[in-house]
């Protein structure tokens, strides 16, 4: 299985019967069953060519045997195993709290500076997790603000921010 932000890449290599290399592999790719002419003879497939959910191999064949038998029903061609792209976690975003020097009788939140990047695209959500003095609060995830009843002088407040596309967290 692989994700978006990696290439994926066709290693086939065919050796005569004396052990040399051959040359002139012919490789084609199909995704999702349906063969791909676009990446014909190409070995290695770029990050982000392929999409999430989508189901890839390639087939391999030795040159000699392509110019004796093309796509013929004689044609000796090798099949990968089909791989399917997984979901890529969301990245990290930039956060800061608000305001940069709270007080008691001023509520805290976080705000989102730069939000994450998904590379499949999905929608992102956000969960929080709240520490006061270094110790775990009980807010529920969506909580991004702390009212001023929950806040006294002199307290340590921090946040571990969580993204999420629905299917992993970053």
Known sequence: VESLTDAIEARATYRDPDGRKEEGTVIRWTKDGVPQ????????????????GERWRFSAQSGVDFALHRDGPKAR???SPEIEIANTPPGPPTVALSPENPTAGTPL????LTPSADPDGDAIRYAYQWFKDRKPMAFPPDTARIDT??????E???VIVTPSD???KG
Do not use: C, M, P, Y
Not at 37 to 52: C, E
Not at 109 to 112: G, T
Not at 149 to 154: A, P, Q
């Open 149 to 154: 009843e929950h806040l006294r002088k002199n």
């Open 109 to 112: 939140e976080i705000k989102i």
């Open 77 to 79: 061609l090798f099949q």
């Open 37 to 52: 002419k676009a990446f014909d003879s190409q070995r290695t497939l770029l990050a982000g060519v392929a999409k999430k």
């Open 156 to 158: 340590l407040w921090s």
């Open 166 to 168: 629905g299917t992993d």
